[in-house]
């Protein structure tokens, strides 16, 4: 089963909404509305709700909201009550059934007729609940072999596991992060960000090569992904030819695959999809 990058997808392609996802429904429909998706959505009936109530609860928590950096979203309200087995499913939603489906079966299917087929996880590997940096994590594991999980396939069938790395760290909210840059310095070398949810400044750190060389053992990564480049060297922006590229970005990769023992496959020079060069077909992958 190939992982593809996104941007990649045949625009035509079935999407898919695996049993581990969580859902807020208002947010989706907004989705499904802008993507023109309606008809290649399938959920599958075992995907759990966020509820109303998920969303205040967290935000209504201190510790989570001021200590932990909760995006307040209701992900983990919503997580706690499908441990406890009380969880809304899919299945339990009237809005939903015209969309539901056996996503394991279109899957495997798919896989079966020669397809390509991506699973896409989120949240970055130090956020995994077991793995990362506890209690500054997030809800579930985050690691290749959890999504596999949560889609419901067993990880042999994956050909390509892409780890997607930015040119530098950040993070929002509490937590630990090496060499953390200060407020001034990030903003003097053009690396703030603005959290898209929260709306909050991301805390900036030079790309760590001891975190990116653990990420890659425990997700098992055969090719990475390596994203912002255009940020951390302005000449790069919108170049979409490796030999293109300045020399200090193409030092920056050589040093990431020397390093790494991976090979960095696609490289995102700017905003747009298009804004990338894929090696994949050069390096044989």
Request: hydrophobic fraction near 40%; charged fraction near 30%; include cysteine.
């Amino acid at each position: 089963m190939r992982m593809i990058p996104c941007g990649f997808v045949n625009p035509n392609a079935i999407l898919c909404i695996a049993a581990g996802a969580n859902i807020r429904i208002d947010v989706l429909m907004k989705e499904i509305e802008l993507t023109k998706a309606k008809d290649r959505l399938k959920i599958d009936p075992q995907a759990s709700i966020i509820e109303d109530e998920h969303v205040k609860k967290e935000r209504e928590d201190a510790y989570l909201i001021s200590k932990i950096g909760s995006t307040g979203q209701g992900v983990g309200a919503a997580m706690a009550d499908r441990v406890r087995r009380v969880a809304k499913l899919a299945r339990d939603v009237k809005e939903l059934e015209e969309y539901l489906d056996d996503v394991l079966m279109i899957l495997w299917n798919t896989y079966q007729q020669g397809h390509n087929v991506l699973l896409e996880g989120t949240q970055g590997y130090y956020l995994s609940l077991y793995h990362g940096t506890y209690p500054y994590v997030t809800s579930r594991d985050t690691t290749a072999s959890a999504i596999c999980s949560e889609v419901g396939i067993g990880p042999k069938m994956v050909d390509e596991v892409i780890v997607v790395f930015k040119s530098y760290v950040t993070r929002v909210g509490g937590g630990p992060l090496l060499g953390e840059l200060s407020e001034e310095e990030a903003e003097k070398r053009g690396l703030i960000e603005v959290a898209t949810v929260t709306g909050r400044r991301r805390r900036v750190a030079p790309f760590n090569f001891d975190l990116a060389r653990r990420a890659v053992l425990a997700n098992s990564a055969t090719q990475i992904a390596l994203t912002r480049v255009d940020t951390l060297f302005p000449t790069a922006s919108k170049i979409r030819d490796y030999d293109k590229l300045p020399r200090e970005a193409k030092k920056f990769i050589e040093e990431i695959e020397n390093t790494l023992k991976v090979p960095v496959t696609i490289i995102s020079t700017g905003p747009d999809i298009f804004d990338t060069i894929d090696l994949r077909r050069s390096k044989g992958l």
